[in-house]
């Protein structure tokens, strides 16, 4: 596919943020918009227009997704809608034979999860998630470093969406119009969920380090989380009297701890909290039979040879020179670009670039539709395991078998006579 029709769903938050980086990518044509606010559709068309680029078809309404999917005038639909629209529209792209690229998280339940398997399998489309902690600087190092042995074998992992986002939930149109959730559908969704229903950001990336689907899977979960607080303590010093928000019970925990254990005997920790006043982390760990990384703040340490140890961290001035000659050769490659148009520290256009590399190039995307939903699927267990007082739950094997036969993922390059760097203006 040499060049890309990219049919954009949702230009609110993420979807604004995509036309950042969408426009500049050699080959990739932003086609088509869809929304529900024509003034939203207005502002990135004249967005499109100041680039000198060609206006994007409209689809307007509730519902215009489906005329959208339908269109013969796109390759892909990028879809940054609301979380309980990313299944529908997804199965709606596949069966008009566009490939799915969806926001975190791209489905719920077990359910949902089969139906993007099924579907993709069928139609011969890709459905990938856009999960673009799995292109941040550190967990592409720690990729780098597990694949050339530093870390051994890495057995354990530790993952996390540490966000304070009571304000997000809480804030008024008045506040900032294009960045509060309309009609308050996050807060909602934290309101009648337990488990953990965003934890694809801290678990990614460590099971592409451990080849999951790729030589072992994901096969038992356990969650159990904290009482819920946070978000009614916020809303009772910040909510309006008479505010039907102010009084809204709130059935996700404060914290969850989540473990979840391979076919192979790994295991990994992740946790989920949004509802206290902390600095933003992901952990990002990993621990191997030989070394450990570790994130926020960055931390690296091995064992030069077999029952030495490695009993401290090495120092700053050695962790940033493995940081350098490690650095994952996409990042070496795009690195200073994708942070200069920004989007998650850069995170966001290294995974862009690389996905439509990979379909300019007839190459697979580098995670699939299996991968989405051995992730996802932890959205309906935890919540499962949670409210059935953390009992154990099985993860089906999405692969059906496959992921005993199938090569783990790679230290992948962008070559520069394949995609030269674009420019960011």
Known sequence: MKTIRVGLVGLGVRGGMAMDRLPIIPGVEVAAFCEIRQHLVDKYQAALEKRSLPRAREFVGLEAWRNLCAWDGIDVVYICSPWHLHVPIALAA???????????????????????????????????QLENCCYGEIEMLALNLAREGKLGDVIHGEGAYLHDLRSYNYNSPEDDAEWHYRDYWRLK??????????CTHGLGPICQAMGVNRGDRLCRVVSMETAAKGFAE????????????RDLQIAM????????????????????????????????????????????????????????????????QRAA????????????????LAVEVGGHDGMDLIMDLRWAYCLQNGLPLDFDVYDLASWCCLGELTERSVREGSAPQAIPDFTKGRWQSRAPLGVEALAPEKMPLPSSK
């Open 94 to 128: 596949m069966e008009g034979g566009k490939h799915a690229l969806v926001e975190v998280p791209a489905a719920f339940t077990v359910d949902e999860c089969w139906s993007l398997v099924e579907t993709a399998e069928r139609t011969g489309r890709y459905c990938m």
């Open 253 to 316: 925990g404060d914290m969850n701890t989540t473990l979840v254990q391979t076919e192979k005997g790994r295991t990994i920790m992740i946790q989920h909290g949004i509802a206290s006043p902390r600095p933003y982390s992901r952990l990002n760990t990993y621990v191997g039979t030989r070394g450990i990384l570790t994130d926020y703040p960055y931390r690296v340490a091995w064992e030069e040879e077999v029952g030495k140890g490695a009993h401290r961290y090495f120092d700053d």
């Open 321 to 336: 020179k493995i940081r350098e000659e490690f650095m994952h050769p996409q990042w070496k490659y795009a690195g200073k």
């Open 189 to 198: 969704w934290n309101a009648e969920h337990k488990g953990n229903q965003y």
């Open 234 to 245: 916020y809303a009772a010093a910040k909510v309006p009297s008479g505010d039907w928000r």
